[in-house]
């Protein structure tokens, strides 16, 4: 069994400030892990994603993402909130090694303050 | 390249009555999703297709919902007869494969009165 926790339903940040999304999965294999964003009234958007290899991963419009296992972690980062990046964003689970659905968290809704 | 497309985008109707839902899905992709999404929370899967075959329906109301994907291409998706807490929004996605990120169409907000 898999699940996603996200801390936070709602997050505020000021423009320029740095963006902390938080995500801790529970998977009994080693994950996939994503993160998505949603804007109003549009379907999600893929902003990055961890398979294997290296830890660190950078995805789109800034956005950096650091699969830390020993904290079951995949918190999402960005150094400076722009306006633009005011969204839901959803963190997700699967993994490889056969079917396995994709399990989406329950959201974050970020905030950005001019 | 073309993304998902799915109709209609806004849909109202009284309870018990039935509904439909088109997606039409990137072109080459093999796997199909359909999630139902209520408000305030994280999409939840309902069926997933591998071609024309289903994958995954765990989750589905198998008693009011029913989806088919013929073909292996387009999809519909069914809700006969609908009650009020079936008031969501339905995206559909689609992938190359189970293991690659999913592509998502804009979603139909349903309303049921």
């Known amino acids: 069994a898999q699940s996603v926790t996200q801390l936070g339903s709602h997050v505020s940040v000021s423009e320029g400030a740095l963006v902390l999304l938080r995500c801790n999965y529970s998977?009994?294999?080693?994950?996939?892990l994503f993160w998505y964003v949603q804007y109003p009234n549009q379907g999600l958007q893929l902003l990055l994603k961890y398979t294997t290899g290296a830890t660190l991963v950078k995805g789109i419009n800034g956005f950096e993402a650091e699969f830390k296992k020993s904290e079951t972690s995949f918190h999402l980062t960005k150094p400076s909130a722009h306006m633009s990046d005011a969204a839901e964003y959803f963190c997700?689970?699967?993994?490889?090694?056969?079917?396995?659905?994709?399990?989406f968290g329950t959201g974050t809704k970020l905030q950005v303050i001019p | 390249e073309a993304g998902v497309a799915q109709s209609p985008r806004y849909k109202i109707i009284e309870k018990r009555q039935s509904v439909a839902f088109w997606c039409n899905p990137i072109?080459?992709?093999?796997?199909l999703y359909w999630y139902q999404q209520i408000l305030g929370q994280g999409p939840k899967l309902l069926i997933q297709?591998?071609?024309?075959?289903?994958?995954?329906d765990s989750q589905l109301p198998k008693d009011r919902f029913s989806a088919e994907r013929l073909k292996g291409v387009d999809s519909t998706l069914k809700i006969q007869p609908a009650k009020l807490e079936d008031s969501a929004v339905y995206l559909c996605?689609?992938?190359?494969?189970?293991?690659?990120?999913?592509?998502f169409g804009d979603g139909t907000r349903l309303s049921i009165l």
């Open positions: 996605a689609s992938s190359l494969d189970y293991r690659q990120p999913q592509h």
């Open positions: 998977s009994s294999v080693p994950p996939y």
């Open positions: 297709f591998q071609n024309n075959g289903v994958v995954d």
């Open positions: 997700a689970v699967s993994h490889s090694g056969g079917y396995q659905k994709v399990t």
């Open positions: 072109s080459g992709h093999a796997t």
